[in-house]
Nanobody, 123 residues
Framework: QSQLVESGGGLVQPGGSLRLSCAAS????????IGWFRQAPGKEPEGVSC????????NYADSVKGRFTISRDKAKNTVYLQMNSLKPEDTAVYYCALGPVQAACVPDDMRYWGQGTQVTVSS
């Protein structure tokens, strides 16, 4: 059974850090784009960061550049999102999603989704 399972969300103070993990089973991350998306209450889902196929090309939303880092452990078939200098506006449910190798880092291009993990940034 193919699935994506996120973990690592939680409550953190502004300026703090969290690391999200997405364990992929039933997929080979060499043949897909995989990334992180988020949805805040009352807002549309948005792409946060994606990493593509075996070349490891990454991209980031402007709002997280310089603060978030996406990485991949091929041996563990796991993708991570290191989030530093967190802000209250980063509060959202974060989803891991996977799409075909030519996909852009946008929700409509993704084909498989995890269940989501809540990230809350608040003092």
């Amino acid at each position: 059974q193919s699935q994506l399972v996120e973990s690592g969300g939680g409550l953190v103070q502004p300026g703090g850090s969290l690391r999200l993990s997405c364990a992929a089973s039933g997929f080979s991350l060499d043949y897909y784009v995989i990334g992180w998306f988020r949805q805040a209450p009352g807002k549309e889902p948005e792409g946060v960061s994606c990493i593509s196929s075996s070349r490891g090309i990454t991209n980031y939303a402007d709002s997280v550049k310089g603060r978030f880092t996406i990485s991949r452990d091929k041996a563990k078939n796991t993708v991570y999102l290191q989030m530093n200098s967190l802000k209250p506006e980063d509060t959202a449910v974060y989803y891991c999603a996977l799409g075909p190798v030519q996909a852009a880092c946008v929700p409509d291009d993704m084909r498989y989704w995890g269940q989501g993990t809540q990230v809350t940034v608040s003092s």
